[in-house]
């Protein structure tokens, strides 16, 4: 904007931490908390001093996503505070921001604005569903609150449905704990060229832990109540790199399980049967909640209480189709008490389920009619089997992956192999290593077709530095010829598709315990449109 | 004065956003008011609700290390989907684990939210009620302070503040001085019951408790994990008198399970353990301190 403009100056991550850093785990009701203003009749917009006096509240970064041909979410945060119970606003009255969608970075061809109400019940969350756009077209975005300007943002609208788009570029990425690792794969990744950004899950991760990287976790405890994971999510987005990367691209997001609490499953939490299923779903209601809010995502996934409608689907142009599932929310509980197992009648009992009925026939449905060169399932868990026993006669499979819901897995495949469905690649987040494998019709018979590919693509940084290699999984390979590569440090996988081709590059970081990494391109696949199979570069 | 300067400084900004987007009258596109506007209405923050705490009255042992927990219950009296925020007000010297929360509240059953309260090893006993407040529901939960035990039998040590020089995950400094001997890691409602460092391989680690009060001490009794492996081996115990601090007694070449130091009677109002070496594990874990007097 001009330079005249009254924008105070932003204050640093470490600023916006350190307040709170130095405080006891147990506070007295004097500190600052007390000085919140509770109940109340609800958002008389605001006209008020709380206006006036704002703090530069744009301290979470800017974000768009879920894009369509005509249109994009817009989303910010007002939280001066932004590890306070709401963000330091006061908590009662809603405050008008301002919003504008312009062609050029200047903002001098802005082609859409507005104002949206910031309301403490969504702890100032904003989401602005902005349509009327043009189809493939970047677009610079940003807000107003008060005196202050946001950073802009930069995002991009989806290929018309009915133009052939001859190229579009991706990348896909998962598992940021903040405690173990630095986020400099998403320095790098804000370097690249991309239409969109998919994000698989474990976006923050909910315990208790400091680690020795100064990047411990708040609130020092497992995440509970709606403020915590508010918290928690602040937290997280303070970082400069995840704000940048953001702020770059369009982001499609779904969630796994950290997001709520480790290897939930429906209404099945972690602490099962300690925490019963009454107690835990009000704590999948207040992390599903925080995870809306933070979550550049349409009203149509608005939680209602415990339950949220993720799965969604993004076309782009006649080229892929983006079907983005929810394997949390609906499934059977983890086989045989979840782990590292042998399989068993219960892990293969046919009426187990990963996505649910509902979602599951929605994904066939979106398959047969999809009509897009490359179908795609962005999902979280291992979809190829995966035998981690090393004894040629003897299978153990992880049971929180869908090697423990083979019966749905089956049928996916099975619809594929029947349907003759175009070009399927699955793109999979969760385990902290790089994948490239090949789904198999049958994957008891290594002789059976290949039907499709899955890309399972490694962490951000959960899990830490990390190594090339891993002398258990190299002792494996041999009964896994249907996943020829593999690596277990951090980055992110970049994609290249065109109507003939899919590239997939897996991007690694030689350390992230520390700032700095170089990137480099650590295996290079391509697939074949009508090939179904990987092809090593 | 500052305010109107503040609002004169608002317009004009407001006035330069306004003049980029007249800029763009003359462009291509028009600008459009907006179709999907953003926010949805959503339930007040106030939305009644049933405050209920369990237990009802609470008591508490005086010692920032001996938390009594109140679990705070919110059923919503709509049937709508409610997340209230709740605020809790403790009279001196009571802190909170929280002193607000936000949650969704369902309509058939209350939503727990556990809340510990603490006070100061020297804090009198007596009555000291929390109130719990959200919207125009209201709760009083009544909390004892109780006794803390005295006579020559006393480990002065008992729910006393500690603090050590790096923490475990899943472990807390609190944990040596719960009274409980075993080494359990944090889990579901359950605090952790031992305390190992957080800086593995790395010695020595300290771990200090600070007495309500100063007091006799002639016998520090430190117990480690029960399995040699994982156990400490070589320990100094060092006492805060009015000169400062003081070694007390060295163990050395310990096994496991746990050892009595005794040494001529001192006053003093803290014990320190500096952890020096264990049977090969990479963290020193301590299960329990106590102090005792003559």
Known sequence: MTPDDTVEPRPTQSQLLAARWGRRRFLTVSGAAAALALGGSLAAADTSPQRARLPYPFTLGVASGDPLADGVVLWTRLAPDPLAMFGGMDGRLSVPVEWEVAEDEAFRRVVRRGTALARPEFAYAVHVDVRGLRPSAHYFYRFRAGDHLSQPGRTKTAPARDVPASSMRFAFVSCQHRVVGYYTAYQHLTGEDLDVVLHLGDYIYEGADQGSLGRGHFPERTLLTLDDYRARYAQYKTDPDLQAAHAAFPWIVTMDDHEVLS????????????????????????????????????????????????????????????????????????????????????????????????????????????GATWNVLAQQVFFSQLDLNVADDKESYEMDAWDGYEASRDRIVDFVQDRGIGNPVVLTGDVHANNACEIKADFDDPDSATIGTEFVGTSISSSGDGRDTDPGRDALASQLPHIPYYNVQRGYVRCELTPQLWRTDFKVLSYVSRPGSPLRTDATFYVESGRPGLRPA | MPHVQQSGRRTRTVLAFSASATVIAFGILAVVAPRGDSAPAGPAPSAPVELTAGPERLDVAPGLCAPSTAQIGVRSLEGEKAYPTVRIDA??????????????????????????????????????????????????????????????????????????????????????????????????????????????????????????????????????????????????????????????????????????????????????????????YAHAIVTEVEAYGP
């Open chain 1, 263 to 370: 290897n939930w499953a429906s209404d099945y939490s972690y602490y099962y049967p300690q925490e019963a299923q009454d107690a835990f779903v009000v704590r999948r209601a207040n992390a599903f909640r925080a995870y809306w809010e933070h979550m550049p995502l349409r009203l149509a996934q608005l939680p209602a209480g415990p339950d949220m409608p993720l799965h969604r689907r993004f076309d782009y142009g006649g080229l892929a189709r983006f079907n983005v599932l929810d394997t949390r929310q609906y499934r059977s509980d983890q086989a045989n008490g979840d782990g590292i197992k042998p399989p068993s009648d219960e892990s293969r009992d046919p009426n187990r389920t990963m996505l649910g009925d509902t979602q599951e026939q929605w994904l066939l449905d979106g398959l047969a009619g999809s």
């Open chain 2, 91 to 280: 009279p001196t010297p009571v802190r909170l684990s929280r002193t607000t929360f936000t949650t969704y509240a369902p309509a058939e059953y209350p939503a727990l939210t556990p809340v510990d309260l603490v006070v100061p090893g020297d804090t009198p006993a007596g009555e000291y009620d929390l109130s719990v407040q959200s919207g125009d529901a209201r709760l009083t939960i009544p909390v004892t302070v109780t006794e803390r035990g005295s006579g020559p039998d006393a480990n002065v040590a008992r729910g006393q503040e500690t603090v050590a020089s790096t923490v475990g995950n899943l472990t807390a400094a609190c944990g040596v001085v719960d009274g409980n001997h075993t080494y359990t890691l944090e889990g579901f409602n359950r605090p952790p019951t031992a305390w190992a460092d957080g800086s593995p391989g790395v010695f020595p680690d300290e771990l200090e408790t600070r007495f309500a009060r100063p007091a006799q001490v002639s016998r520090v009794v430190v117990h480690t994990h029960a399995e040699s492996r994982f156990a400490l081996r070589d320990w100094d115990v060092a006492l805060h008198t009015e000169a400062g601090w003081t070694t007390v007694a060295s163990v050395r070449g310990h096994t496991a399970g746990g050892a009595t130091s005794t040494f001529p009677t001192v006053r003093a109002d803290a014990v320190r353990i500096t952890a020096l070496a264990t049977n090969g």
